[in-house]
Every structure is written in structure tokens, then in C-alpha cells.
């Protein structure tokens, strides 16, 4: 009966392009210095994607690792949810592109923009097809090429970002307690913190959009700080308290990697101690919609997500958007 399904994460995939640009790489092309990236980032360096490859190639390559980690074919997948601020093409999407690419020929497919949020935003709707009987195996992907819309003269933004991809296979489960809650949440009055301004139907590409820069990222920096923090820490208690759960009784917090001190104050705020909150963003900068599950696939890989723990999965982004998961692993 639809409502007693329980959905589960069954396995994860992860693909990063191998060409690294780090700090001093940057010294090189910005008026930037590594001590001022790591003090006020954290941030080491960032992993590039090669001009011939774009967000659906590092979705697929994510995609099938991830589905290796099951019995399933790709024919068998049901519905596949790319989740990018960055997709190849403005139509058709991209998970069109991926769904074709893998050979998954029964499987509906959509993208997903909601920024940094992307990812939990996938998971959440993801799990109600699950658990609504619709499918059974759901790929949702994490992906985002931001090299490819940041200005590198622009010394503000272009430290930051990363390329990367991510994917989750979703089952349905009768073994454990699955997904726990889920809190999404958007607050558009912040839209302009966080923009592409032209390339839509507001300002079609352009001459003069292309000289004014206007198909690169704007943001700004220290709002979305003080919202991230903020939000982080009100999500994560909302999501414990809807499963009747405590703080103490989490045993990873995966956060959005936009900023180490973002992470830190949420961290601190909290009161969870560092070994519970993963951080890798010295070695991938921000990877947009993909830092939740690359974060995720670091912690299977290396054995600290365990079955059975308590894990919460917090992002914020563009939109602006935020929004958490809690499940049981
Ligand atoms: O994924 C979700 C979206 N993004 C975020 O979550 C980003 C959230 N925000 C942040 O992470 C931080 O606000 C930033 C890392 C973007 C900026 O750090 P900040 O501590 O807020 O610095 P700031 O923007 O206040 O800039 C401080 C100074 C400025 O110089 P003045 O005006 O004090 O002389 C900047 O011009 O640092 C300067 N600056 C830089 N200096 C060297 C800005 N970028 C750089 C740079 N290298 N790359």
C-alpha cells in the first residue's frame, strides 16, 4: 500500500574530471593568492572539465558506476532525475541525453534546477515516486560544469567553483527505516544573490549580453553566507525533530561544500564534533549540485557511512533554495 514503501539509497557513483587547477594556478590568471582562497574558503584546488565534455558525459560515467553497485541494468531503470544549474543544451535536457547515452529505455527522465540544492532536491523527489509505487529504481544525478558560465577575470567568483557529478540509485526498502524526513525550501526575493542574468527569455544571448558578461555567475558572497549558516542549522533541527530524533543522535551531517567557514559556524552551532561532518571542498572547490554526492561516495568508499547510521544531507543554492534530507543508511 503506497505510504508504507520506504525508500533507501542502494548505491552511489561519482565521476570528477582528472585535470586539477589549484591556488597557485589561479595566482597566475587572477589578482589572487593561495592564502587568501584557503584562509577564506578553504579551498585547494578544483577539478576542470576538458572543452570536449560536457555535464551529461560526467552523468552518465556516474550514473552507470552507481548502477554497477546494484543488480540492475540500465534498461531496468525507471526514471532518471539529472539535477544541474548547467545542463548540455538549454532544450532538450540533459537527462535526456543521459537516458540515451546509458541505454535506459524504460526510463522517463526530467532535469531539476535548483542550484546547490539540486541533489536534495532529487532525492526528495525522487523518494515520492518510490514510495508513491510509481518505480521502482530511480538514478538521480547531481552534476554541474560552473567552469563553463564563471568569468575568469572575475577574481570573486572564479576561485570558487569546481565541475564534478554525483548519482544515487533509489529502491524501494523493507530492510531498515530508509528516508526519515524531508524539509525543501525556496526564497525567490532572494533570486538577483545568486544569477545568470542572460542566456533565458528575460535577456536572450545577445551581442550585447555576451560584451557585458551577463552569461556568467553574479553573486553575492556575503549574504548567501549568513543565509547558508542560518539555514543549515534551522533545517537540520527541523528534519530531526520531524523524526522524533536528537542532534546527538546524528551520525554524519553532509553539507553543501561552498565554504569551509560556512560549514564550520554551522558545524559550531550545532555542537557536533568535525569527524561528523565530512569536508572535502580543499580538493574539489564548489561542485554545485554534485558536492552532496561526491561528499557521500568519499564517506562509502572510505567506510565511515555505515548501514544503519543517522545521516542528514543539508544544502543551499541558487533560487534561492535549501532543503535536507534525514534517512537511515
Ligand atoms: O554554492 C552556493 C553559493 N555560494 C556560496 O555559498 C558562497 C558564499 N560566500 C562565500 O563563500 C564568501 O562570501 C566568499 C568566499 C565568496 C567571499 O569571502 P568574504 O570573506 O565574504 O570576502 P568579501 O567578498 O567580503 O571580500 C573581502 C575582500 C574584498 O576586498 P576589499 O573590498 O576588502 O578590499 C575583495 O575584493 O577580498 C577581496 N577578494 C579577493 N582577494 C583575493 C575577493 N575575492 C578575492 C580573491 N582573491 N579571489
Redesign the pocket.
Known sequence: MPGLLKTAITSVGVSLPEKRLTNSDLEKM????DN??VS??GIRERRILGKERAASDLSVDAGMQALKGTALNAEEIDLIIVCTSTPDFPVPSTACVVQDAMGATRAAAFDLNA??TGFVYGLAVGRQFVESGTCENVMVIGVDIISRIVDWED???C??FGDGAGAAILQPTNAGRGFLATDLRSDGSGAEM?IVPAGGSRLPASETTVKGKEHFVR?N??E??KF?VRVIEDITVNLLKKADEEVESLDLLFL?Q??S??IEAARRRLGLPAEKVPINIDRYG?T?AASIPISLHESVEDGTLKKGDLVAMVA???GLTSGGVLLEW
Open positions: 587572477v589578482e589572487t593568492s587568501w582562497i577564506r574558503t542550484g546547490c577574481r570573486a567568483t576561485v570558487l545568486l553573486m558572497g556575503n548567501i553566507f547558508a553543501h561552498a565554504n567557514r560556512i564548489n554545485s543551499f543554492g541558487a
